[in-house]
């Protein structure tokens, strides 16, 4: 069973909005970290956003003030909000989510939903 499940990537054009959601099937209490990376073609997977601890949210310096994460612990959700899109938005977004349990971290991830900011 997968863990986590993203939906709601597509094509947008420059300027535009798309919400991303991911379904966690793993107890969200148990979870440490919370969030969302990309990876862009002939490029390195690389942070988004991150709610840790339920108490500190990260963002990418390239997405501040236009994506917003967030978590709904009732519907076992993580979604991001993206708003006024960039063709340098263009990637394949994971959703992440991490446990700490004695010692180790164990990660989990989504198998990726395609976003594509193009006109």
């Known amino acids: 069973q997968e863990q986590l499940v993203e939906s709601g990537g597509g094509l947008v054009q420059p300027g535009g909005s798309l919400r991303l959601s991911c379904t966690v099937s793993?107890?969200?209490?148990?979870?440490?970290?919370m969030g969302w990376y990309r990876q862009a073609p002939g490029k390195e997977r690389e942070l988004v956003a991150s709610?840790?601890?339920?108490?500190?949210?990260i963002y990418a310096d390239s997405v501040k003030g236009r994506f917003t994460i967030s978590i709904d612990d009732a519907k076992n959700t993580i979604a991001l909000d993206m708003n006024s899109l960039k063709p340098e938005d263009t990637a394949v977004y994971y959703c992440?989510?991490?446990?700490?349990?004695?010692?180790?971290?164990?990660?989990?991830w989504g198998r990726g939903t395609q976003v594509t900011v193009s006109s």
């Open positions: 793993i107890s969200m209490h148990s979870l440490n970290a």
């Open positions: 709610s840790i601890s339920g108490d500190r949210t």
């Open positions: 992440h989510a991490d446990q700490l349990y004695l010692g180790r971290r164990i990660d989990y």
